[in-house]
């Protein structure tokens, strides 16, 4: 009963950590590192692959953040909503701020190697935080684990350019965002 149990905690708990490899950052500072993290990154839906929003991941204060630009509709596949509209709210929140403009990953820091911890990841759905860690993996995807007690849930993102947003779409600038952490975490 032992080893049954010691093996089903294996495949459930240690295998998936391992099922991405970690990009490989030998040579690099952790400032390299750390700038390689930093830009746009987009979302995508399991199932269809399609692109659900897009976040910049930005600096603060030593400290990562990552805050939503734009939603993307499922079906027309274009922005519905971005920062500068603001139409859609998290009611789960106090509040109630709009999704675009908020921050949805706050306080990570580099620990070793493509590894980001100590920070929380928002659930918009319910307005809850967790402690989360990011790693930046290989071919420009970062995973974005958020932690409560036993459990975890990933996110995935893949770095993009600015080709992503419409022509006519201003492209903010990071690096003057300051941190707005929702009021319930």
């Given at each position: 009963m032992k080893k049954t149990l010691t093996a089903l905690l294996l495949l459930i708990f240690i295998l998936p950590l391992h099922a991405a490899r970690l990009m490989?950052?030998?040579g690099m500072t952790s400032a390299e590192i750390t700038a390689h993290i930093l830009g746009y990154w987009k979302t995508a839906d399991k199932q269809v692959g399609n692109t659900q929003a897009v976040v910049a991941v930005y600096r603060y204060d030593g400290k990562i953040y990552a805050r939503i630009i734009a939603l993307y509709n499922p079906d027309t596949k274009e922005i519905e909503d971005d920062i500068y509209r603001q139409k859609n709210r998290d009611m789960n929140i106090e509040g109630n701020p709009p999704y675009c403009g908020m921050d949805i990953l706050f306080g990570l820091q580099h620990d070793r190697d493509a590894r980001f911890n100590n920070g929380r990841?928002?659930?918009?759905?319910?307005?809850?935080?967790?402690a989360a860690t990011v790693n930046l993996l290989e071919n420009d995807t970062l995973r974005a684990t958020g932690?409560?007690?036993l459990f975890r849930?990933?996110?995935y993102m893949l770095k993009v350019d600015n080709t992503i947003f419409p022509e006519n779409f201003t492209i903010p600038d990071e690096t003057t965002f300051t941190p707005v952490i929702p009021a319930n975490r």
């Open positions: 490989n950052t030998r990841i928002l659930n918009p759905k319910n307005g809850k935080s967790y932690r409560y007690l849930r990933n996110m």
